[in-house]
């Protein structure tokens, strides 16, 4: 594997913002949707360049006039923001622009979020907000219209590119793992860098076929919530796809497992599933004091039945 620089991929989007600097057209709240979850700790650091006017800067968490919010156990809370605008209105009197980097927005408490609202609204002198989002649709809309949305996406064929020279893959298995991943490229990140990551796969196979209780596994269900219901929608999702009679599934080298798991519901009974993960899902990012194990545990048992 090699590093690789996801920037060369944003040069027309930088161009934009670059543009939009020169005709003091830039809007204070920048909202980058992140659709392919991948890294933008480059593509923040151009655009923090062009908001501050700056051809180069350093390690932004260190780099005065930028104040970048990270989330405590995965939530930004009010008291941080607080300190941030506290900061920001204390250091007006310079004249250079002041950047808050908040990435991602989704990890705000309620409480949080209501508390930067206001400032979004009548942002402090010279104040750019420049946000990112993996969720936009955790974020809430009172949030959401404040800010200028700009969908972060790579086009198949820059897919396509970044993982052949990323990884040195042939076409056919560029291919192949676009085609597991349901073409985001986070997941196939994950599947090359990360072995629990598939090994959860096959656990969750196993589970599924009956091989292994779900109250068997080895694993830290909370630990992994994310991960099991990121698999466990890609099995309903082809499930429901066979039913519909479209052959072309992700989990090309388990169909015969997705034909079976398929059977064993109707069309809408997989579709009512696939809304349960949906719902459980949103937990992730807005219900922090639900039992993620025991919601888990609770549907792999109805699965297995």
């Known amino acids: 594997m090699q590093d690789f620089d ?11 913002i670059k543009a939009s600097s020169v005709q003091n057209r830039l809007p204070h709240g920048i909202l980058l949707n992140n659709i392919d979850h991948l890294e933008l700790d480059t593509l923040l650091h151009e655009i923090c360049c062009v908001l501050v006017k700056k051809e180069e800067l350093g390690d932004l968490t260190l780099t005065p006039g ?39 927005l989704e990890a705000l408490n309620i409480s949080a979020a209501n508390a930067l609202l206001k400032s979004l609204e009548e942002p402090p002198e010279n104040t750019y ?6 969720h936009l649709q955790w974020i809430m809309p009172t949030l959401r219209s404040r800010v200028q949305v700009f969908d972060i996406v790579l086009e198949h064929e820059q897919k396509e590119d970044y993982l052949a020279k990323k990884y040195q893959l042939s076409y ?8 597991v991943s349901r073409n985001e490229l986070a997941v196939v990140d994950r599947i090359k860098t990360d072995n629990d990551f598939w090994q959860l796969r096959k656990a969750l196979i196993r589970v599924l076929t009956g091989e292994l209780s779900p109250l068997g596994l080895s694993i830290d269900l909370s630990a992994h919530y994310k991960d099991v219901l990121y698999w466990l929608t890609s099995f309903v999702i082809d499930a429901y796809y066979l039913r519909l009679g479209v052959s072309s599934l992700a989990h090309q080298d388990q169909e015969l497992f997705i034909q ?7 069309h809408l009974e997989i579709y009512q599933y696939y809304q ?30």
């Open 276 to 305: 349960r993960l949906l719902k459980l899902k949103a937990y992730e990012g807005k219900h922090f004091n639900v039992n993620k194990q025991l919601a888990v545990e609770s549907l792999l048992v109805e699965l297995c039945v």
């Open 260 to 266: 079976n798991f398929s059977r064993r519901y109707n």
């Open 129 to 134: 907000f420049l946000m990112t989002s993996n």
């Open 6 to 16: 996801l920037s060369q991929y944003y040069r027309s989007f930088i161009d934009q």
């Open 172 to 179: 056919k298995d560029v291919e192949k793992a676009l085609q």
């Open 66 to 104: 930028i104040f970048c919010l990270k989330g405590e156990h995965g939530q930004i809370k009010i008291d941080q923001v607080k300190d941030m605008l506290e900061e920001i209105y204390l250091s007006s009197y310079h004249s250079s622009a002041k950047v808050v980097i908040i990435s991602p």
